[in-house]
């Protein structure tokens, strides 16, 4: 079965500190991966997508992230984050086959101080 | 547009009981899938349906179900609640199929079990 792995729990990070969110996923075929973000008090947002083609994806809010199938990597990135950037992300994984879920990490608390 | 909606937002019972949780997907959207947020769990899928039919199911006993409706609004039913069931349940909603047709989240209903 594929899993979705998001190695830190909590992150804290000054305003204007780059950033970077890791996560690895198991399966073997062919997904499409997303990021999800969720605001204090907010429901589930989407941050980006990556189906095919270019691997460095762009999404809302200046955040990127880069599929690296050999690594099975699909690492979150900001280069100067904000104190609204205060969040939960969630990276998840879809099987490009099939009718199957979207299977997600845990998550990745981020904490942005002043 | 209107996003998901999803109703109560609390809602509060205790042991053996049975909850009912309710979802509106975004107009045009056939596909609803429930998730679980328990903490320090993630997001796990629960079930999904399409169409007025029950697509895939996730690693959850049977006291879980629920069904889609005409108008592809949904429920989620929980019988015989046990004090881990607590948690936050997310709706989803996509148009009809997966791969390319990301899933868009409501604010939830937070379920407490005494």
């Known amino acids: 079965a594929q899993s979705v792995s998001q190695h830190n729990h909590h992150v804290i990070l000054s305003e204007a500190a780059s950033l970077e969110l890791g996560c690895n996923y198991s399966?073997?075929?062919?997904?499409?991966l997303f990021w999800y973000v969720q605001y204090p008090g907010q429901h589930l947002q989407l941050l980006l997508k990556?189906?095919?083609?270019?691997?460095l994806v762009k999404g809302i809010k200046g955040f990127e992230a880069e599929f690296i199938k050999s690594k099975f990597s699909f690492n979150l990135r900001k280069p100067s984050v904000q104190w609204s950037d205060t969040a939960e992300y969630f990276c998840?994984?879809?099987?490009?086959?099939?009718?199957?879920?979207?299977?997600f990490g845990k998550g990745t608390r981020l904490s942005v101080i002043a | 547009e209107a996003g998901v909606t999803q109703s109560p937002t609390h809602l509060i019972k205790t042991r053996g009981q049975q909850a009912t949780l309710r979802c509106s997907p975004i107009?045009?959207?056939?596909?609803v899938y429930w998730y679980q947020q328990a903490l320090g769990l993630g997001l796990q899928f629960l079930l999904w349906y399409d169409e007025g039919e029950e697509r895939n199911r996730g690693n959850f006993p049977p006291r879980f179900s629920g069904r889609q409706f005409p108008n592809y609004s949904s429920e989620l039913n929980v019988n015989a609640l046990e004090l881990e069931d607590s948690a936050l349940y997310l709706c989803?909603?996509?148009?009809?199929?997966?791969?390319?047709?990301?899933?868009?989240f409501g604010d939830g209903t937070r379920l407490s079990i005494l």
């Open positions: 998840a994984l879809l099987r490009n086959s099939g009718n199957t879920p979207l299977v």
């Open positions: 990556y189906f095919s083609g270019d691997p």
């Open positions: 989803a909603s996509s148009r009809k199929g997966l791969g390319n047709q990301p899933q868009h």
């Open positions: 399966y073997g075929g062919t997904v499409n």
């Open positions: 107009s045009g959207h056939t596909s």
